[in-house]
């Protein structure tokens, strides 16, 4: 199992562009997060998933959109780029067991630059 | 507003000491907290504690709930260089959905 995988690992943007950042994982699980991760600041929840076709915001959502047309993927759009949305983007998922288990796994994060 | 605050923010020890990171949480809905590692990249998984207050081990490490003080603690024995990190604590506030609040992060470095 590859588990969570994203791309790309570095991207630098300009002011105003737009892109996508891409998140796949092949653990068939039903829940997956994007997070935000800003110099002594933790990680902020951005979009979240708890399935396909069902996608909802989380702390920080503005100046982004998410998709989820099947289990696997869970792609994060950034419009209209802003030096605020440079950060450490890091995309999570989890299985949602029975029981209460709420381990999420990482992959291991896109580092994006708007400048 | 659902908060979660680490202490210290930093701390530098050296090899073979203890330490002890910290972790209260204010949230309206606790269901679970867990303990990451981050390494320069992705966050690992450490611990999940509930309000049971077991207390969870693996090798140097442990970590505790208290529900009374609304936090938790890290220990970390005998620190090597490897375990030079970032440490995250994460809140569960909702259970249907798995959502986290994580904290600031506990930058520990560990000099030989």
């Known amino acids: 199992n590859a588990g969570v995988t994203q791309t790309p690992k570095f991207r630098i943007l300009k002011i105003g562009q737009s892109m996508t950042l891409q998140c796949t994982q092949d653990?068939?699980?039903?829940?997956m997060y994007w997070y935000r991760q800003d110099p002594g600041m933790g990680l902020k929840l951005i979009y979240y998933s708890v399935g396909a076709g069902i996608t909802d915001k989380g702390e920080v959502p503005n100046g982004y959109n998410v998709s989820r047309s099947t289990t696997e993927d869970f792609p994060l759009r950034l419009e209209l780029a802003a030096p605020s949305q440079t950060s450490v983007y890091f995309c999570?998922?989890?299985?949602?067991?029975?029981?209460?288990?709420?381990?999420?796994?990482f992959g291991p994060g896109t580092r994006l630059t708007v400048t | 507003e659902d908060k979660v605050v680490q202490s210290p923010l930093s701390l530098v020890v050296h090899e073979g000491d203890t330490v002890t990171l910290n972790c209260s949480y204010e949230?309206?809905?606790?269901?679970?907290l867990l303990w990451y590692k981050q390494e320069k990249k992705a966050p690992t998984f450490l611990f999940m504690l509930?309000?049971?207050?077991i207390e969870k081990k693996s090798g140097r490490l442990s970590s505790i709930l208290d529900k009374k003080e609304l936090s938790s603690i890290l220990n970390i024995t005998a620190t090597q260089t490897g375990d030079s990190a970032i440490y995250l604590c994460?809140?569960?506030?909702?259970?249907?959905?798995?959502?986290?609040?994580f904290g600031q992060g506990t930058t520990l470095q560990v000099k030989p």
């Open positions: 999570a998922s989890r299985g949602g067991l029975a029981g209460g288990w709420y381990e999420q796994y």
């Open positions: 653990m068939n699980h039903n829940y």
């Open positions: 509930t309000s049971s207050g």
């Open positions: 994460a809140v569960v506030v909702s259970s249907n959905t798995g959502k986290l609040i």
């Open positions: 949230v309206t809905n606790f269901r679970s």
